[in-house]
């Protein structure tokens, strides 16, 4: 059986993670220290705090802002359910907006949406191609959006606006008008989850790009935010007359350790040549060998100012109901080749129904869905494993359309 998404775990990998272990330091210490600094420079970002997941970092965010009861946080209907969970958790509304052809948010239907309750809008790029950014960016700064923004507190008062979190969760290392993910709006939130490009088994990172903050001051605020409101790491306490501390607010566990950092950081120092260089192989290939069926539609992947990271290979099939498109996965499975699909959109899901969303109110969210496969990518993937997934596809497909 093809597996749809294993870790590239090479020897390096392993060597740094036994170098952590045998250092005495596997919580939040040197190597995790370094890793934000790494992200840093590779992004772009003014300043990065690394956590235990990316959906941590989005709601350590939605805290730091402030966003809490009354609010309201706009997001794509076609997401995970942890870009939407946050909100909840917040105790603020999830607002969804329909998305485009492309998967990702439609911006065009983002200003209808806002309100004086709106506080952050947080796009989702999907499979690792960035959102318009550009367009994005310039709504919220719109001096019309602009004056709807009610601040309720001094960071949202300087800020003056709605605050763009980037759920970048898909894209690390993707491009957008020639800026890499990271650095394309006010604060962008990676995952390096088992199945992430760049992986730390678990983790994420807070990538904070604020004009006219001191965004190594909001670091330090996250920092401690996300270790129980204390104020001084256990890396800080262990020099010399440091050992005191104080809890300043009542925080929350998200810090990442030195043993995730470990594998990211081996990770980071191959991710063009090795990662994202095998990744635009196996899309191109995919996108060469099946664009000529008729039924086939396939990702962008490239566009004249995007770079996908080629996390996700969403492939749809044209013309079909989405029982037929659970067919062709049942047969696809049969022939030995793992496949997926992302997401099941929020508003199919029990929680967001029962708070009455409904997904006849996104149309083009339920098409994409509905009709979506998501082919196997991974750097492992061999040619002869790429030729043996198409075929599953084609014979598959093939046979249910003709039916």
Not at 75 to 87: F, G, L, M, Q, R
Not at 290 to 307: E, F, G, H, I
Request: with cysteine.
């Amino acid at each position: 059986m093809i597996p749809f998404s294993p870790p590239d775990i090479f020897p390096e990998i392993i060597n740094e993670v036994t170098d952590t272990l045998n250092s005495g330091w596997i919580t939040t210490g040197p190597k995790t220290k370094r890793f934000e600094k790494e992200i840093t420079s590779y992004t772009g970002a003014k300043s990065t705090v690394c956590v235990n997941s990316a959906t941590a970092g989005l709601e350590l965010i939605l805290r730091w802002f402030g966003v809490g009861p009354g609010d309201e946080v706009i997001v794509p209907a076609y997401t995970y359910c942890a870009s939407a969970n946050v909100i909840l958790h917040c105790g603020a509304t999830p607002v969804m907006v329909d998305v485009g052809v492309d998967f990702n948010m439609d911006v065009s239907k983002v200003e209808a949406l806002i309100t004086s309750k709106t506080k952050v809008i947080i796009p989702v790029d999907f499979s690792g191609l960035p959102c318009d950014y550009n367009a994005l960016n310039d709504l919220v700064n719109r001096r019309d959006i602009k004056s709807q923004f009610s601040a309720e507190n001094d960071l949202q008062n300087k800020l003056g606006r709605i605050l763009v979190l980037s759920d970048s969760a898909h894209s690390f290392g993707a491009q957008y008008d020639k800026k890499i993910a990271g650095s394309l709006t006010d604060v962008s939130v990676f995952s390096f989850h088992a199945v992430k490009n760049l992986t730390t088994s678990e983790g994420g990172a807070v990538c904070l790009n604020l004009e006219g903050f001191d965004n190594n001051e909001i670091y330090q605020n996250l920092c401690i935010k996300s270790l129980h409101g204390q104020n001084k790491d256990a890396l800080a306490k262990t020099k010399k007359g440091s050992w005191k501390y104080d809890v300043i607010e009542a925080g929350y566990k998200w810090n990442m350790t030195d043993i995730q950092a470990s594998i990211g950081l081996v990770g980071l120092k191959y991710y063009d040549e090795r990662t994202l260089r095998r990744r635009n192989e196996i899309f191109k290939k995919y996108t060469d060998k099946l664009k000529p069926y008729d039924w086939a539609q396939v990702p962008d992947y490239k566009t004249t100012n995007k770079a996908s990271s080629c996390h996700i290979f969403p492939l749809r099939i044209k013309g079909i109901s989405e029982s037929q498109r659970d067919n062709i996965i049942e047969e696809i499975f049969n022939k030995e080749v793992s496949v997926n699909v992302h997401f099941p959109p929020l508003p199919l899901l029990s929680v967001y129904k029962n708070l009455g969303y409904r997904i006849s109110d996104y149309p083009v969210t339920y098409d994409n869905f509905s009709r979506e496969i998501s082919l196997p990518v991974y750097y492992n993937l061999s040619d002869a494993m790429i030729d043996q997934v198409i075929e599953a596809v084609v014979v598959s497909v093939n046979g249910i359309i003709e039916k």
